[in-house]
Protein backbone atom coordinates (compact mmCIF):
# COMPACT_ATOMS: atom_id res chain seq x y z
CA UNK A 1 0.00 0.00 0.00
CA UNK A 2 1.40 3.38 -1.14
CA UNK A 3 0.40 6.71 -0.78
CA UNK A 4 -2.64 7.87 0.90
CA UNK A 5 -5.42 5.25 0.49
CA UNK A 6 -8.94 5.71 1.67
CA UNK A 7 -11.11 2.88 3.38
CA UNK A 8 -15.05 3.22 2.99
CA UNK A 9 -17.44 1.21 4.34
CA UNK A 10 -17.67 -0.82 0.44
CA UNK A 11 -14.22 -1.46 0.92
CA UNK A 12 -13.55 -5.49 0.73
CA UNK A 13 -11.97 -6.97 4.05
CA UNK A 14 -9.11 -8.20 2.05
CA UNK A 15 -8.38 -4.79 1.42
CA UNK A 16 -7.86 -3.55 4.99
CA UNK A 17 -4.34 -3.52 6.36
CA UNK A 18 -4.85 -5.72 9.58
CA UNK A 19 -3.24 -4.09 12.91
CA UNK A 20 -3.03 -0.43 12.36
CA UNK A 21 -3.15 1.80 14.54
CA UNK A 22 -6.56 5.09 14.27
CA UNK A 23 -6.96 8.50 14.86
CA UNK A 24 -10.54 8.78 15.83
CA UNK A 25 -12.46 11.79 15.55
CA UNK A 26 -14.42 14.20 13.13
CA UNK A 27 -11.16 16.32 12.26
CA UNK A 28 -12.94 19.40 10.81
CA UNK A 29 -10.25 21.71 9.47
CA UNK A 30 -7.91 19.18 10.95
CA UNK A 31 -6.86 21.62 13.45
CA UNK A 32 -3.93 21.84 16.04
CA UNK A 33 -5.77 19.66 18.63
CA UNK A 34 -6.40 17.13 15.39
CA UNK A 35 -3.13 17.41 14.71
CA UNK A 36 -1.86 16.46 18.44
CA UNK A 37 -4.34 13.30 18.25
CA UNK A 38 -2.47 12.39 14.98
CA UNK A 39 0.49 12.89 16.07
CA UNK A 40 0.11 10.16 18.61
CA UNK A 41 -1.40 7.92 16.24
CA UNK A 42 2.08 8.54 14.01
CA UNK A 43 4.43 8.03 17.07
CA UNK A 44 2.21 4.48 17.90
CA UNK A 45 2.31 3.18 14.84
CA UNK A 46 6.42 4.06 14.51
CA UNK A 47 6.66 1.94 17.69
CA UNK A 48 4.32 -0.63 16.70
CA UNK A 49 5.85 -1.17 13.20
CA UNK A 50 2.07 -0.36 11.99
CA UNK A 51 0.47 2.00 9.90
CA UNK A 52 -1.44 4.64 10.77
CA UNK A 53 -4.86 6.09 9.40
CA UNK A 54 -7.51 8.38 10.71
CA UNK A 55 -10.94 7.16 11.46
CA UNK A 56 -13.73 9.79 10.88
CA UNK A 57 -17.16 10.03 9.71
CA UNK A 58 -19.34 11.70 6.95
CA UNK A 59 -21.55 13.30 6.80
CA UNK A 60 -20.54 15.17 10.07
CA UNK A 61 -23.04 13.44 13.11
CA UNK A 62 -24.22 17.04 13.65
CA UNK A 63 -25.75 17.27 10.04
CA UNK A 64 -27.61 13.54 10.62
CA UNK A 65 -28.80 14.79 13.99
CA UNK A 66 -29.94 18.10 12.99
CA UNK A 67 -30.34 18.59 9.07
CA UNK A 68 -32.51 21.79 9.10
CA UNK A 69 -29.70 23.57 11.05
CA UNK A 70 -26.91 25.61 9.05
CA UNK A 71 -23.55 23.76 9.46
CA UNK A 72 -20.94 25.82 8.68
CA UNK A 73 -17.44 23.11 7.94
CA UNK A 74 -14.41 24.18 7.94
CA UNK A 75 -13.54 21.67 5.49
CA UNK A 76 -15.82 19.34 3.00
CA UNK A 77 -14.96 15.86 2.97
CA UNK A 78 -12.57 16.13 0.16
CA UNK A 79 -10.53 18.84 1.41
CA UNK A 80 -10.46 17.61 5.00
CA UNK A 81 -9.02 13.95 3.53
CA UNK A 82 -6.70 16.35 1.55
CA UNK A 83 -5.35 18.07 5.12
CA UNK A 84 -5.06 14.77 6.62
CA UNK A 85 -2.98 13.13 3.49
CA UNK A 86 -0.65 16.18 4.15
CA UNK A 87 -0.23 14.64 7.79
CA UNK A 88 1.97 11.52 7.31
CA UNK A 89 -0.73 9.31 7.85
CA UNK A 90 -1.14 6.18 5.37
CA UNK A 91 -4.80 6.77 4.95
CA UNK A 92 -8.12 7.13 6.16
CA UNK A 93 -10.95 5.39 6.95
CA UNK A 94 -14.33 7.27 5.93
CA UNK A 95 -17.60 5.93 7.71
CA UNK A 96 -21.00 6.79 6.86
CA UNK A 97 -22.73 8.44 9.29
CA UNK A 98 -26.15 7.27 8.69
CA UNK A 99 -29.37 5.84 10.95
CA UNK A 100 -27.50 2.17 11.65
CA UNK A 101 -24.41 4.13 12.59
CA UNK A 102 -26.13 6.17 14.93
CA UNK A 103 -27.99 3.21 16.76
CA UNK A 104 -24.78 1.41 17.05
CA UNK A 105 -23.47 1.04 21.02
CA UNK A 106 -20.37 1.77 22.00
CA UNK A 107 -19.37 -1.51 22.54
CA UNK A 108 -20.73 -2.92 19.02
CA UNK A 109 -18.47 0.16 17.59
CA UNK A 110 -15.75 -1.08 19.47
CA UNK A 111 -16.07 -4.71 18.85
CA UNK A 112 -17.51 -5.28 15.06
CA UNK A 113 -15.68 -1.96 13.64
CA UNK A 114 -12.69 -1.62 15.66
CA UNK A 115 -11.93 -5.62 16.37
CA UNK A 116 -13.54 -7.23 13.80
CA UNK A 117 -13.42 -5.31 10.91
CA UNK A 118 -10.16 -3.09 10.90
CA UNK A 119 -8.54 -5.15 13.50
CA UNK A 120 -6.82 -2.23 15.26
CA UNK A 121 -3.38 -2.43 17.58
CA UNK A 122 -4.05 1.14 18.74
CA UNK A 123 -6.47 4.11 19.15
CA UNK A 124 -5.69 7.90 20.01
CA UNK A 125 -8.22 10.38 20.77
CA UNK A 126 -9.12 13.38 21.90
CA UNK A 127 -9.90 14.51 25.46
CA UNK A 128 -13.73 15.45 24.52
CA UNK A 129 -13.85 12.40 21.99
CA UNK A 130 -17.25 10.30 22.01
CA UNK A 131 -19.00 8.00 20.02
CA UNK A 132 -21.95 5.04 19.85
CA UNK A 133 -25.67 5.41 20.47
CA UNK A 134 -26.28 8.36 22.66
CA UNK A 135 -22.29 9.25 22.58
CA UNK A 136 -22.61 6.43 25.30
CA UNK A 137 -18.34 5.71 24.22
CA UNK A 138 -16.06 7.85 25.57
CA UNK A 139 -12.13 8.27 25.75
CA UNK A 140 -12.69 6.23 29.34
CA UNK A 141 -14.38 4.01 28.13
CA UNK A 142 -11.53 2.99 25.66
CA UNK A 143 -8.71 2.98 28.29
CA UNK A 144 -10.85 0.68 30.43
CA UNK A 145 -11.45 -1.53 27.45
CA UNK A 146 -7.89 -1.19 25.85
CA UNK A 147 -5.85 -3.82 27.98
CA UNK A 148 -8.44 -6.43 27.74
CA UNK A 149 -8.34 -6.18 23.90
CA UNK A 150 -5.19 -6.07 23.57
CA UNK A 151 -5.18 -2.19 22.18
CA UNK A 152 -3.00 0.57 23.05
CA UNK A 153 -5.12 3.92 23.63
CA UNK A 154 -3.72 7.16 23.53
CA UNK A 155 -5.55 9.94 24.97
CA UNK A 156 -4.72 13.50 23.79
CA UNK A 157 -5.73 16.42 26.32
CA UNK A 158 -6.91 19.83 25.03
CA UNK A 159 -4.81 22.02 22.84
CA UNK A 160 -4.66 25.94 23.95
CA UNK A 161 -3.44 28.75 22.51
CA UNK A 162 -2.85 31.61 25.25
CA UNK A 163 -5.20 29.86 27.54
CA UNK A 164 -7.90 29.47 25.14
CA UNK A 165 -8.78 25.54 24.05
CA UNK A 166 -8.28 25.42 20.11
CA UNK A 167 -11.43 23.69 18.75
CA UNK A 168 -13.26 23.77 15.40
CA UNK A 169 -16.28 25.97 17.34
CA UNK A 170 -13.57 28.42 18.23
CA UNK A 171 -12.02 28.67 14.44
CA UNK A 172 -15.96 29.11 13.03
CA UNK A 173 -16.48 31.80 15.84
CA UNK A 174 -13.01 33.22 14.53
CA UNK A 175 -13.40 33.35 10.77
CA UNK A 176 -17.41 34.65 11.38
CA UNK A 177 -15.79 37.64 12.93
CA UNK A 178 -12.90 38.15 10.46
CA UNK A 179 -10.25 37.40 12.80
CA UNK A 180 -8.31 35.25 10.32
CA UNK A 181 -5.12 35.38 12.09
CA UNK A 182 -6.77 34.05 14.89
CA UNK A 183 -8.05 30.92 12.91
CA UNK A 184 -4.73 30.08 11.35
CA UNK A 185 -2.89 30.07 14.98
CA UNK A 186 -5.63 27.33 15.77
CA UNK A 187 -5.75 25.84 12.51
CA UNK A 188 -1.22 25.45 12.43
CA UNK A 189 -1.98 26.89 8.72
CA UNK A 190 -4.30 29.56 6.24
CA UNK A 191 -7.54 28.13 6.32
CA UNK A 192 -8.90 27.68 2.77
CA UNK A 193 -11.92 26.95 0.37
CA UNK A 194 -12.08 25.21 -3.09
CA UNK A 195 -14.34 25.44 -5.62
CA UNK A 196 -14.93 25.73 -9.38
CA UNK A 197 -14.57 29.09 -11.03
CA UNK A 198 -18.24 30.45 -12.58
CA UNK A 199 -19.07 33.09 -14.50
CA UNK A 200 -20.17 36.50 -13.13
CA UNK A 201 -21.84 39.76 -14.07
CA UNK A 202 -18.16 40.82 -15.43
CA UNK A 203 -17.98 43.99 -13.66
CA UNK A 204 -14.39 43.65 -12.34
CA UNK A 205 -13.23 43.54 -15.69
CA UNK A 206 -14.71 47.13 -16.64
CA UNK A 207 -13.05 48.07 -13.39
CA UNK A 208 -9.64 47.38 -14.04
CA UNK A 209 -10.09 43.89 -11.83
CA UNK A 210 -11.28 41.12 -13.24
CA UNK A 211 -12.35 38.32 -10.77
CA UNK A 212 -12.50 35.20 -10.52
CA UNK A 213 -15.97 33.95 -8.33
CA UNK A 214 -16.57 31.17 -6.87
CA UNK A 215 -19.82 29.90 -4.87
CA UNK A 216 -19.02 28.97 -1.30
CA UNK A 217 -20.93 27.13 0.68
CA UNK A 218 -24.40 28.17 1.73
CA UNK A 219 -23.42 27.88 5.49
CA UNK A 220 -20.27 29.34 4.84
CA UNK A 221 -20.27 32.16 7.66
CA UNK A 222 -16.73 33.96 7.13
CA UNK A 223 -17.33 37.64 7.71
CA UNK A 224 -18.14 39.66 4.54
CA UNK A 225 -15.09 41.60 4.29
CA UNK A 226 -11.96 42.16 1.68
CA UNK A 227 -9.07 39.63 2.38
CA UNK A 228 -5.27 38.81 1.33
CA UNK A 229 -5.71 35.80 -0.15
CA UNK A 230 -3.21 32.83 -1.56
CA UNK A 231 -4.32 30.64 -4.48
CA UNK A 232 -3.36 27.34 -5.70
CA UNK A 233 -3.91 26.15 -9.23
CA UNK A 234 -2.63 22.68 -9.05
CA UNK A 235 1.26 22.96 -7.92
CA UNK A 236 1.29 26.40 -8.90
CA UNK A 237 0.46 29.84 -6.00
CA UNK A 238 -0.87 33.02 -6.73
CA UNK A 239 -1.37 35.86 -4.73
CA UNK A 240 -4.17 37.94 -4.82
CA UNK A 241 -6.96 39.99 -2.96
CA UNK A 242 -10.51 38.45 -2.44
CA UNK A 243 -14.16 40.45 -1.76
CA UNK A 244 -16.59 37.94 0.35
CA UNK A 245 -20.02 39.21 0.18
CA UNK A 246 -23.22 40.46 -1.23
CA UNK A 247 -21.66 43.29 -3.59
CA UNK A 248 -23.66 46.45 -2.14
CA UNK A 249 -22.39 48.95 -4.10
CA UNK A 250 -24.14 46.95 -7.36
CA UNK A 251 -26.60 43.88 -6.39
CA UNK A 252 -26.76 43.06 -2.97
CA UNK A 253 -26.98 39.73 -3.96
CA UNK A 254 -25.97 36.14 -2.95
CA UNK A 255 -22.90 35.66 -0.92
CA UNK A 256 -20.03 35.64 -3.48
CA UNK A 257 -16.06 35.08 -3.23
CA UNK A 258 -14.07 37.28 -6.33
CA UNK A 259 -10.38 36.87 -6.23
CA UNK A 260 -8.18 39.11 -8.20
CA UNK A 261 -4.78 37.99 -8.82
CA UNK A 262 -1.88 40.18 -9.08
CA UNK A 263 -0.35 39.83 -12.24
CA UNK A 264 -2.50 37.39 -13.98
CA UNK A 265 -3.94 36.84 -17.04
CA UNK A 266 -5.74 34.08 -18.33
CA UNK A 267 -8.88 31.81 -18.62
CA UNK A 268 -10.07 30.18 -15.45
CA UNK A 269 -13.83 29.92 -15.86
CA UNK A 270 -13.83 25.80 -14.91
CA UNK A 271 -11.01 25.67 -13.15
CA UNK A 272 -11.17 24.57 -9.42
CA UNK A 273 -8.95 26.74 -7.38
CA UNK A 274 -7.88 26.28 -3.21
CA UNK A 275 -8.13 29.71 -2.35
CA UNK A 276 -6.20 30.43 1.05
CA UNK A 277 -7.05 32.91 3.57
CA UNK A 278 -3.86 35.10 5.06
CA UNK A 279 -5.19 38.30 6.04
CA UNK A 280 -8.61 40.43 6.42
CA UNK A 281 -7.95 43.78 4.83
CA UNK A 282 -11.77 45.56 5.50
CA UNK A 283 -15.18 45.00 6.36
CA UNK A 284 -17.23 44.86 3.06
CA UNK A 285 -18.55 48.64 2.17
CA UNK A 286 -21.20 50.37 -0.06
CA UNK A 287 -19.56 53.01 -2.01
CA UNK A 288 -21.37 56.20 -3.39
CA UNK A 289 -19.47 56.26 -6.84
CA UNK A 290 -17.49 53.65 -9.16
CA UNK A 291 -14.25 55.70 -8.45
CA UNK A 292 -14.49 55.68 -5.26
CA UNK A 293 -14.92 52.22 -5.03
CA UNK A 294 -11.63 51.93 -7.76
CA UNK A 295 -9.57 54.33 -5.81
CA UNK A 296 -10.42 51.55 -2.25
CA UNK A 297 -9.37 49.07 -4.85
CA UNK A 298 -6.21 50.38 -5.41
CA UNK A 299 -5.91 50.57 -1.33
CA UNK A 300 -7.30 47.31 -0.67
CA UNK A 301 -4.25 45.67 -3.53
CA UNK A 302 -1.62 47.40 -1.73
CA UNK A 303 -2.42 46.03 1.71
CA UNK A 304 -3.06 42.64 0.49
CA UNK A 305 0.38 42.71 -1.21
CA UNK A 306 2.12 43.38 1.74
CA UNK A 307 0.37 41.10 3.86
CA UNK A 308 1.22 38.20 1.47
CA UNK A 309 4.50 39.51 1.30
CA UNK A 310 5.49 39.08 4.77
CA UNK A 311 4.03 35.77 4.68
CA UNK A 312 6.06 34.51 1.79
CA UNK A 313 5.10 30.12 2.44
CA UNK A 314 1.84 30.18 3.69
CA UNK A 315 -0.45 27.48 2.25
CA UNK A 316 -2.12 24.61 3.83
CA UNK A 317 -0.21 21.78 4.09
CA UNK A 318 -2.16 19.42 1.57
CA UNK A 319 -1.31 15.63 0.62
CA UNK A 320 -2.46 13.46 -2.30
CA UNK A 321 -5.45 11.16 -2.33
CA UNK A 322 -5.02 8.25 -4.01
Known sequence: MTGFTVIRDTTPAAEIPRGAVVAMGNFDGVHLGHRAVIEAALQMGRAHGKPAFALTFEPHPRTFFSPNSPQFRLSDETNKLRLLAGTGLAGAVVMTFDKARAGTSAQDFIHHDLIGRLGVSG???????????????????????????GIEVDVQAHVDIEERPVSSSAIRMALAEGQIDEATAMLGGPWFVSGEV??????????????????????????????????????????????????????????????????????????????????FIRDELKFDSIDALIRQMDDDSARARARLAAAPDAFPKLGVID
Open 198 to 279: IHGEKRGRDLGYPTANIRLDKNCSLKHGIYAVRVGRGAERLDGVASFGRRPTFDNGAPLLEVFLFDFKGDLYGTVLDVAFIG
Open 123 to 149: IAVGYDFHFGKGRAGSPSLLVSEGPRL
